[in-house]
């Protein structure tokens, strides 16, 4: 047993948060926020050459081979940093999954393209109907003998105006039970059968889409994985995806934390600093106590992605989502009653990571699917 | 990183779990909690227990062996600490002040006599020790000791009262914070003395607590002649050693009690399945599913942070942020799975042990009442939020405080 991070780990640490301030700073950020694409060649280039896009592919694809639980610390600062574009979808859904599930074929066309920088993907999931369960998949892909043919309407498709290819989770046999049901296929774009509409999202640092798939024809090579077991490609996928999303959270509680105390170091009412006051001490305090804990959480999921059974992975994938996404957004809610009036200024930064904050909860299983998936495992 | 055992300390976890197996007290059941019908019998139990403990191998794991230990490391010490909480906290709770706070102090701060004299003792079971600290003056500003202790003749002369003794009724020694110079700033006048029970002149009456039970004391003190060999440190160390009696509870209190709360969730997953609620088993509620899970997202918690904390530890390092939330969070999760516990069983919740119809014979109506000391006992959440604040966080001591310090 050793839960402290290793020398390199440290070091890829200082590396990122270094190359971050420099290369994404909340200038940067609050000008993609407002941008339609969402973030610029430039710095996606530099994240590529900084191998950040290859840490998690396999050696035979340009890739780095790293453990998952490094993958984490970087995107614990990049949370930190509220970094914004397309790094989550293409890295830790599209690559992810064809890691996961795809042919050697499959990966040599999109894996290498992906660790230099010069392919994006990602994952289409959720539907009009879904809620907040990432299981409920109703799109239709059937098979006409020779192709099989999409239809059907996805939400909340994360960065896919940027994307060469989408993976798409349809049903491709009727059964209740999805686990035997579900199909990923992976969709090149552009494709004039796919349209695409930007919703209007409160986090402007990832960006959202509508994507209607009006009779999308796909040959059978662009099947990911399994025939009708997309699902059980998809689940693994989908948990570090959800411990991905922790280590966001935990980076953004972080931050939001240290401006709240360092604010009340400085703020002078009633003749003193209002961090002396104890209701102020005591919600940095608090916000203290759970920033700690959710990293804690964080560490145990994102170790167990690699190294625990099963079982284990997925408790400790859904234990985390539901609670370290939860810590981000009250962490970033108390950080802005500290900061008072000026918390809640467009002008201070804080309400930036409230937003990304809350999208992160609601992203991929919210804090009660979660649960209940825990309670599934534990008790039937 | 890694949060699982190496080979080697999993064989060794697993050789104690069969040798605690066939060394438990007769009846004992593994499952929930248990309790006693005295504490005369709470306290042999305890020293029984100790004793086999002891003599197999299993005391003191980190501790030099001249002391009585196994020169082993706190990780195989916490392997036998979380193990034992899982199965039998009852057995150990009597020892909480002894392997808590007076061994690891005298370890630490004692003298080569008081080491070979006191530890080996209190890892066989022979001695209970007691946590005289608190004063009805000197609560959370424990500084504020008043209890005085004046050397003469080769002996500490003490006189004064001490309030919630833990453990008092039973223990034979007592870590006694006393002041010997009232003229010298507060903090600076206060020493450590460990004092024998059964000296003349003690006086130890029950305090009731909530549950009904008298875990802890009022101590009366009138002339009690404590040897001046029995000092820790130097005249005036008092508040310093103090300090560090109160830090080490912290470092191993996260894996312990993630350990009880374990067994209690189980319980909880069992009371879910027999418990009906409109006629259906309560574990099909959707609301109580929610509860059950973050219980367990709780325990993992405080199991993934103290091991985290336990790993700087195990590195030679000091407890370090993470060692500092310890106290409060296992307090504070400890009494939401109570609370989470109660509240499943209804107008059920009622009923006390012993009560026809009480649910897995009262054990969590105890649990719940005895949970609210918790933030309490070992410093209050709120003064550890003080300790965050101003420690860790950096932010400024009011205003108050500040000029207090500035009169010392
Ligand atoms: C079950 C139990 C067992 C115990 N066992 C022992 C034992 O074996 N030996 C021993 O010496 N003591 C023992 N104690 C005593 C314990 O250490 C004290 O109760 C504790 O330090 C608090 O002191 P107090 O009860 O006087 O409360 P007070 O200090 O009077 O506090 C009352 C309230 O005021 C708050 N408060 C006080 N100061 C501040 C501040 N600066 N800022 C904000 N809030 C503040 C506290 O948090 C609390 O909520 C035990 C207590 C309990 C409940």
Known sequence: MDVTLTREQTEIVRQVRRFLDNESPMKYVRAMFDDQRGFSDRLWAGIAEMGWTAMRLPEEFSGLNMPFVDLCLVLEEMGRALLPGPFFSTVLLAADALVQAGTPAQKAKYLPGIAEGKIRGTLALYEPDSGADPGYVRMAAEFNGNEFVLSGTKLFVPDVQCANFIVVAARTAPACDSTKAISLFCVDLPDERVSIAPLRTMDGTRKLFAVEFRDVRVGEESVLGQLHEGWSSLRPVLQRAQVGICADSVGAAQKSMEMAADYAKIRIQFDQPIGAYQAVKHRCAQMFEAVESARSLMYWAAWAQDEADPQEAALAASSAKSYCCEVGTSVSTSAIQVLGATGFSWEHDIHLFLKRAKANEMVLGDPVYHREQVALILAG | ?408
């Open chain 2, 1 to 408: 990183m890694d949060f699982r055992l190496t080979p080697a300390q999993e064989e060794f976890g697993k050789g104690f779990t069969a040798w605690l197996e066939k060394n438990l007290p007769e009846n004992w059941d593994t499952s929930r909690h248990n309790t006693f019908d005295s504490w005369e019998k709470e306290a042999e139990a305890h020293r029984r227990f100790n004793k086999r403990l002891f003599d197999a191998g299993y005391a003191g794991m980190h501790y030099p062996k001249e002391y009585g230990g196994q020169g082993k490391t706190l990780m195989e010490e916490v392997i036998v600490l979380e193990t034992l909480a899982s199965t039998c906290f009852e057995l150990k709770i009597a020892g909480i002040i002894t392997f808590g706070m007076a061994v690891p102090t005298i370890f630490v701060c004692g003298t080569e006599e008081q080491k070979r004299e006191f530890i080996s003792k209190a890892l066989d079971g022979s001695h209970i020790w007691c946590q005289g600290f608190s004063e009805p003056n000197a609560g959370s500003d424990v500084v504020n000791v008043s209890t005085r202790a004046v050397k003469e003749n080769g002996h500490y002369i003490v006189n004064g009262q001490k309030i919630w003794t833990s453990f008092a009724h039973i223990a034979d020694y007592c870590i006694l914070l006393v002041r010997t110079d009232p003229k010298a700033p507060k903090h600076k006048g206060l020493s450590y003395l460990l004092m024998d029970m059964k000296l003349p002149g003690i006086d130890v009456r029950p305090i009731t607590q909530i549950t009904g039970a008298s875990e802890f004391n009022e101590v009366f003190m009138e002339d009690v002649r404590v040897p001046a060999e029995m000092l820790v440190g130097r005249e005036g160390d008092g508040w310093r050693i103090a300090i560090t009696t109160l830090m080490f509870e912290r470092a191993v209190g996260d894996a312990v009690m993630g350990g009880l709360f374990v067994r209690n969730i189980r319980n909880m997953i069992h009371m879910a399945r027999h418990m009906k609620r409109s006629g259906r088993p309560i574990i099909q509620d959707p609301v109580f599913r929610q509860q059950l899970a973050q219980a367990y997202i709780d325990v993992k918690i405080l199991k993934s942070h103290g091991y985290r904390a336990l790993s700087q530890l195990l590195k030679g390092g000091l407890p370090g942020p993470e060692g500092s939330i310890s106290k409060l969070l296992w307090s504070e999760s400890n009494q939401r799975i109570c609370e989470r516990a109660l509240n499943m069983q209804g107008p059920s919740s009622q009923l006390m042990r012993g009560s026809p119809w009480a649910i897995q014979d009262g054990m969590w109506q105890h649990l719940f009442l005895r949970s609210k000391g918790n933030t309490i006992e070992a410093g209050t959440s709120e003064i550890q939020r003080n300790i965050i604040g101003e420690r860790v966080l950096g932010l400024p001591k009011d205003i108050s405080r500040v000029s207090r310090q500035k009169e010392i």
